[in-house]
């Protein structure tokens, strides 16, 4: 863009600068000529972008020639009379002929056939110009489409890690419930295997109980028919004393009241055997009672027991599967951020690059037009004595044009003052002529070489100033372009930092609400868990009390209170340690001494 906009205004110097050369010509045809002459030659020369200076040089020779010019002479058009004076024969016009056609064949074919036109210049320059930016731009977008192309492969890369990690923790914790079935079965099994095997015991102690208490029984039965057999032949036998003894009572009678004595002494014998055989019967009754339902309580309490058992495994799985959730969540969490930083490392080392690269092109580009600028003035210096050799020379030929119309002039005015001059007086008029023309052509020659001396200082002045001035036009557009670029990268940095902090924090708001929704189900989860263990409870509970309900009711059906059953059973039961000695019925109520009513006998 800079060098566009240096041959902008290279173009419209020229443009001036010649425009000013063809104004600043004398009336003879030639000096516009010679004008636009230089005037290519400097173009030609590729002094681009000279500037004022040069315009201002130019114009100003120009306009000192024809101030030479007309100085005491008038156009070669004027229609007022002039006075002709005697002048050298067509000597001076050939010799000044000579010497303007010598000037152009040196001068304007050698300059012509270097010359290249501005549109040519401009047009290179911008090609060049549009070659470097293309260049630029297709470095650019290559740069794009390689840092697209990289996130892009980053992306891919984290969402296949992301899909893996994800079906490695849903296999692990199917594996983990799988697990925890596998388990609950087990001790579901264990705990039926339990109940099952407690029954079957409960069972066999019952029926072991039974036994001993009928064997003892049996026993007790057979030593009170031995003793009823014993005391009724002692009964018997001192009855029979006694009745012989009474010698007043008759045989008969005797033998009646004897009878009668036996009789109710069977009878009496008869009741205590039933009454023993009740009570013998009401104790296995109440003691199988007393059995069972203790053996149900302690039944119940292994149920009790088991279903503690499975509702503390169940609590401990679901503790388990939450810490599984809770370290899931925390690696899930950590892949998410380890992920983002690559994401965002790879950002930012991209948009590094990309600044280097915008800095490293910005500054090869402020380097080259630095070095274009100074090439440039290189050339102008080493082109500037060439230039003013050629507007010297097109002075010069200014000068000779003017001569070669005052000549002219000088020539019809002599010949117009000796027409009218006596002919003894023309020899005096022609050699006055001549003076005045000598004088004349002097004082024109001294102000030609005045200007060309004030061109020659002016110009090189002018050039000096015109590139210092342009040295810093130029520095200055260059810091102002580089200021321009580290802004806006700078602000293009704070956007991507702006960006990913934002995406940073939309990342930990997700987790939290993650965190926050995991936390919740667990909590809903441990809710209904507590609501069922307490169900489970419940329902063992009512299921307990009703059956000892019902095994009360049946009890109380068949004659036993509840305070009965409650009371310390005198047995020691088959399944206990303590080894008691055996409750046996005590012979007080089975004894014939005590069985008979008081005053029986």
Known sequence: MSAMHNNSA???????????????????????????????????????????SGM???????????????????????????????????????????????????HGANNFATIRTTSIVTKQQKEHMQEEMHEQMSGYKRMRREHQAALVKLEEKCKVEMEQHKSALDKEYDLLLHNFTRELDKQSAKHQQEIVRRVKQNDTAEKKLHKEIATRQEGDRKAFEIHRKKEYKANKERWKRELSMDDTTPKRQRDATLQTQKDNLKLAEAQEEQRLLRVQKTYIELEMRKFRRKKMGLLHDLED??????????????????????????????????????????????????????????????????RELLRRHALELKQQPKSLKQKELQIRKQ???????????????????????PKEDQKAV??????????????????????????????????????????????????????????YQSKNRMQAQAQRDRERKELEDRVSVRRALLESKMETELQQFNQERAERIRQLKEKHDKQLEAFDEESARMGFSALALAEASKETYPDEEASLSGSMLSLAHSNSSTSFPAGSL
């Open 430 to 487: 022609i050699k006055q002529l001549k003076e005045e023309q000598h004088r004349k052509l002097t004082l024109l020659g001294d102000q030609y070489e005045q200007s060309i001396a004030d061109m020659l200082q002016k110009q090189s002045l002018r050039l000096d100033e015109s590139q210092e001035v342009e040295c810093h036009q130029l520095k200055d557009r260059l810091q102002y372009e580089l200021d321009i670029l580290t802004a």
């Open 305 to 370: 027991q088991l279903l503690r058992d499975e509702l503390s495994k169940k609590q401990q799985q679901l503790e388990q599967a939450h810490a599984m959730l809770i370290k899931h969540h925390e690696k899930t969490q950590d892949l998410e951020y380890r992920q983002q930083k690559s994401v965002h490392a790879l950002r930012e080392e991209q948009i590094s690059k990309q600044h280097e690269s915008e800095l490293r092109n910005q500054n090869e580009y402020m380097d080259r037009a630095e």
């Open 10 to 52: 290279g173009g419209n110097a020229r443009d001036s600068m010649l425009s000013n050369v063809m104004m600043a010509g004398i009336s003879g045809g030639s000096g516009s000529g010679s004008g636009m002459m230089m005037a290519s030659g400097m173009a030609g020369g590729g002094s681009v972008g000279m500037g004022t």
């Open 56 to 106: 201002q040089s130019a114009g100003a020779a120009g306009g000192q020639a024809n101030m030479g010019a007309s100085m005491g002479y008038h156009h070669h058009n004027s229609s007022s009379p002039v006075v002709s004076a005697h002048h050298h024969p067509q000597h001076n016009h050939n010799h000044v002929s000579q010497v303007a056609a010598n000037a152009v064949a040196e």
């Open 399 to 421: 000068f000779r044009e003017t001569c070669k119309t005052q000549t002219i002039q000088y020539k019809a005015l002599k010949r117009q003052i000796l027409q009218t001059t």
